[in-house]
């Protein structure tokens, strides 16, 4: 068998709630109209999806290739959906973890490459990269009455080996603006790979990126719903992130990207029609006009 896959699960994980941010006074040339341009993230998070285990499959990067929606481009954030399938009673006493026993965390990164290719096929110009200290829920203590007493039960009463959650990354300082067809990688260091393995066991090696069954783009286009990139030395593999197919109906990696277009900061740039080139977000001229002279005050009535 070419990987393993990991399916698991996450009934109810408390929704980690990011606080929304207001700002008061921002200045016109920081206001952004942002959109979601790529979306292949279960509509509900399930207890645990089918997912990729790194250090299982000898896993350095993993990730897909997609086409973008709409006209948004300036690059906000990138949302994972990964499962973890590691429980805090395995680090409970005596490790780095056993301080708390909700959740650990774990740096990960997210890299965005453009559509070209090397002559080893692998993306040669990358765009935007973010590694992020990530929040991850252990996996909930096993049920005893689950078939072989090893996986937990959650609230759909099945029994599952993970635990899904969603990882955002925020890379809005990186100003970054993305062309319409991009390269997303995930990559992570476990005890015996990543660009730098840790060299020792821990819940990383228990930590998975989702490829749920059959799952689709819902904002946006997967290229190729049988292929994903992928690094890795398992058996029969070179070392490289490379297109890799035969992965249906698992071909459609889990990760969203948010975007956003510049709003305009003068009124010229919405005369003769110039509103009409920030999508939706103002109605007409006026709109767009009265959005520049407030300095933002009066806000877009789309």
Known sequence: MKLQFIKANVNSLKAMAIGALLVLAMPVSAFAATSTVYDATPAVLPPNVASLGYQATSTSEFGDYV????TDRTL???????????????YSIGTPYSADPVAWTHPITV???ADSLDVNGEPDTLLATKTQSVLIPWRPAADPTCPGGTAWRASDNLCYNGIAFNAVFDMSSLAVDLPDDVIVGVAYNTANYGANPIGQSGPYNSLNVGVPNAQTASVGTDDDTDAV??????PGYTAGFKLDTGWTP??????KITASTAMPTSKDQCKKDGWKSYGSTFKNQG???????TKGKNTPSN
């Open 76 to 90: 906000d954030t990138v949302t994972v959906t990964m499962s973890n399938w590691a429980l805090y009673s395995d």
């Open 67 to 70: 086409h973008l929606a709409g």
């Open 287 to 293: 709109d767009c006009v009265s959005f520049v002279a």
């Open 229 to 234: 990139f992928w690094d890795t030395t398992y």
């Open 111 to 113: 890299n965005i490459y």
């Open 250 to 255: 698992n071909g459609t990696v889990a990760f």
